[in-house]
């Protein structure tokens, strides 16, 4: 089973700020999305990153794929508190057809 | 457009009770996942449909819990002689293919009693 950690868990910053949340494995993933999700909703897609290294941008949030498909990073500039959710990081499974999802970072922006 | 739909919201039930979950997809989305998040956590995968059949079913947790698509489109996730621990976030996805984006409905929050 390939398995999603995710760093911080719990990220609380006030407005203007920047930040960066982790989410990373021992596997190698063919694909890996990053998804919001707010209470009492369903995560909602933000970015899907396919080739090793590559950077994609969308607005103030930056999204980093590792060289080795092992890792992802997003960085957020001047955190808003509508960026305020849960952010999870999703693998492709290699093995089957399903997403194999991680904990998810918490994050709170006060205003 | 329409997005993924799921009823009912809320489920209260009873310890030993069957319960059913429903699923109403994105119109011509072939796959359909189910996954189940507890507090705090990330969703944890159950099992996926392609078309009318279950293509993976490696996550449901045990024989009490099953899920069918018998005409492709709408899913249910049965589950038997529920359990306490069985509360949680049920949530149902649909895309367009196996490569595809996840298209989250906002679940049902089962509470077993």
């Known amino acids: 089973t390939q398995l999603l950690e995710q760093s911080p868990q719990f990220l609380s910053i006030q407005e203007g700020e920047n930040l960066t949340v982790y989410c990373n494995s021992s596997?190698?993933?063919?694909?890996l999305q990053w998804y919001r999700q707010e209470p009492g909703e369903g995560p909602v897609l933000l970015v899907t990153?396919?080739?090793?290294?590559e950077v994609k941008k969308l607005k103030r949030l930056t999204f980093q794929f590792g060289d080795a498909r092992k890792d992802s990073s997003l960085h957020i500039t001047a955190a808003q508190p509508g960026d305020t959710g849960l952010y999870l990081c999703?693998?492709?499974?290699?093995?089957?057809?399903?997403?194999?999802f991680g904990p998810g970072t918490r994050l709170s922006v006060l205003p | 457009g329409a997005g993924v739909s799921q009823t009912p919201s809320n489920k209260v039930t009873e310890k030993g009770k069957y319960v059913e979950l429903r699923c109403d997809p994105i119109?011509?989305?072939?796959?359909l996942y189910w996954y189940r998040q507890s507090l705090g956590q990330g969703p944890e995968f159950l099992i996926y449909?392609?078309?009318?059949?279950?293509?993976?079913d490696s996550g449901l947790p045990n024989d009490r819990f099953f899920a069918v698509r018998p005409e492709g489109s709408v899913s249910t996730l049965k589950i038997q002689r529920t359990e306490r621990g069985d509360s949680a976030v049920y949530l149902c996805?649909?895309?367009?293919?196996?490569?595809?984006?996840?298209?989250f409905g906002n679940g049902t929050r089962l509470t077993v009693t």
């Open positions: 996805a649909s895309s367009l293919g196996a490569v595809s984006p996840l298209h």
């Open positions: 999703a693998g492709r499974d290699n093995y089957g057809q399903n997403f194999v």
């Open positions: 119109s011509g989305h072939t796959a």
């Open positions: 449909f392609q078309g009318t059949g279950a293509a993976d």
């Open positions: 596997s190698v993933f063919s694909s």
């Open positions: 990153v396919v080739t090793g290294g």
